[in-house]
């Protein structure tokens, strides 16, 4: 069965740093990969997703994600964080013919420091 | 744009009161779903429909009914609410079969008492 790890379950940046929030996968095929984010009290928002070709690929409000085979993983990277990045950041394993195998991270929570 | 609306933001509800959280779409799409979210359990599947009429259970459907008359629309049924279902409720649809990304509600959030 897929799994999902976030190794880190809260991270603390300031302002204007660079940020990595890492991501690790198990599944047996093709993974489709996707990272979600989630502020106080609100649903889930994708910020950005991978299935096939670039293995770098650009989401909204800055952020991006690189795959990596070889590592099972899918980190998201911001070259410069925002006070208004600070949230909970999950990441997902999407299968299953019908979507009901979209497997979710336990989610890592950013603080940002002013 | 995408929409996925949960009707109901804040519930608080009576322990053995019959609750319905209530979720539309706009996507013209088959695939619904309810998952649960609680601190360190992640989000957890609850029930999932692929069709009008059509259901599945997920990982947690113990105490959770669902309803799927019609296609945008996909009710969560607790048919006697009890304290342990005190959780975060996200109603989510899929955008595309197999490869598409989950579009979620804004998330009712449900106090037992």
Known sequence: ?114 | DVKVTQSSRYLVKRTGEKVFLECVQDMDHENMFWYRQDPGLGLRLIYFSYDVKMKEKGDIPEGYSVSREKKERFSLILESASTNQTSMYLCAGRGQANTGELFFGEGSRLTVL
């Open chain 1, 1 to 114: 069965a897929q799994s999902v790890t976030q190794p880190d379950i809260h991270i603390t940046v300031s302002e204007g740093a660079s940020l990595e929030l890492r991501c690790n996968y198990s599944y047996g095929a093709t993974p489709y990969l996707f990272w979600y984010v989630q502020s106080p009290g609100q649903g889930l928002q994708l910020l950005l997703k991978y299935f096939s070709g670039d293995t770098l690929v650009q989401g909204i409000k800055g952020f991006e994600a690189e795959f990596k085979r070889s590592q099972s993983s899918f980190n998201l990277r911001k070259p410069s964080v925002h006070w208004s990045d600070a949230a909970e950041y999950f990441c997902a394993v999407g299968a299953g013919n019908y979507g009901q195998n979209f497997v979710f991270g336990p989610g890592t929570r950013l603080s940002v420091l002013p």
